[in-house]
T-cell receptor, first 116, second 116 residues
Framework: SQTIHQWPATLVQPVGSPLSLECTVE??????LYWYRQAAGRGLQLLFY??????ISSEVPQNLSASRPQDRQFILSSKKLLLSDSGFYLC???????????????FGQGTRLTVV | AQSVAQPEDQVNVAEGNPLTVKCTYS??????LFWYVQYPNRGLQFLLK??????LVKGSYGFEAEFNKSQTSFHLKKPSALVSDSALYFC??????????????FGKGTKLSVIP
């Protein structure tokens, strides 16, 4: 069966410090990968998605970047955190078939980031 | 562009009563529709999906949803609510046309409170 691991679960970082959140998927190959941010326990904002190694699409301009160094690894980074980067970050994956993706996404347990 | 609207921020229902959480959508092509549930400080759990076929979709934990193309709606329902159903519910949509198929767009969420 497929599983998704996301860590750490919580993180408190000072303003201006770097960030690295990691997400890995097991039990599947060539997944679509996603990073979402959820602010104030509500709506989800798609930050990045990836359809393959080294292929990253950014949905919103921001202080964050993403990388996919391996097929089932997705990393969210920042060189210098801002207060506004605080939030709940969720990694997700979905099956990709024939170059497209129509199925549901499966989510990790999330990382609560507090920038102080 | 695809979008999802959940018109109710909060829904309160008495235990044992039927519940409905509303969702409407907008897509360019054909919609692929999903419902997720989120408990505090956790990731999203997939409940059910509509891809094609029967308009009434059954999912996990006794939930079901009805796809209505003319009203562009996909309301979540359960015949008899449980206190343990209290959580945040998200509706999401994929568009089968072009790049939209990679993007899973979420509504802002509806907080369901089931009162004992």
């Amino acid at each position: 069966s497929q599983t998704i691991h996301q860590w750490p679960a919580t993180l408190v970082q000072p303003v201006g410090s770097p960030l690295s959140l990691e997400c890995t998927v097991e039990g599947t190959s060539n997944p679509n990968l996603y990073w979402y941010r959820q602010a104030a326990g509500r709506g989800l904002q798609l930050l990045f998605y990836s359809v393959g190694i080294g292929q990253i699409s950014s949905e919103v301009p921001q202080n964050l970047s993403a990388s996919r160094p391996q097929d089932r690894q997705f990393i969210l980074s920042s060189k210098k955190l801002l207060l506004s980067d605080s939030g709940f970050y969720l990694c997700a994956w979905s099956v990709r078939t024939g170059g497209q993706s129509f199925g549901e996404a499966f989510f990790g347990q999330g990382t609560r980031l507090t920038v102080v | 562009a695809q979008s999802v609207a959940q018109p109710e921020d909060q829904v309160n229902v008495a235990e044992g009563n039927p519940l409905t959480v509303k969702c409407t959508y907008s897509v360019s092509g054909n919609p692929y529709l999903f419902w997720y549930v989120q408990y505090p400080n956790r990731g999203l759990q997939f409940l059910l999906k509509y891809i094609t076929g029967d308009n009434l979709v059954k999912g996990s934990y006794g939930f079901e949803a009805e796809f209505n193309k003319s009203q562009t709606s996909f309301h979540l329902k359960k015949p008899s609510a449980l206190v343990s159903d209290s959580a945040l519910y998200f509706c999401a949509v994929r568009d089968d046309s072009g790049a939209g198929s990679y993007q899973l767009t979420f509504g802002k969420g509806t907080k369901l409170s089931v009162i004992p």
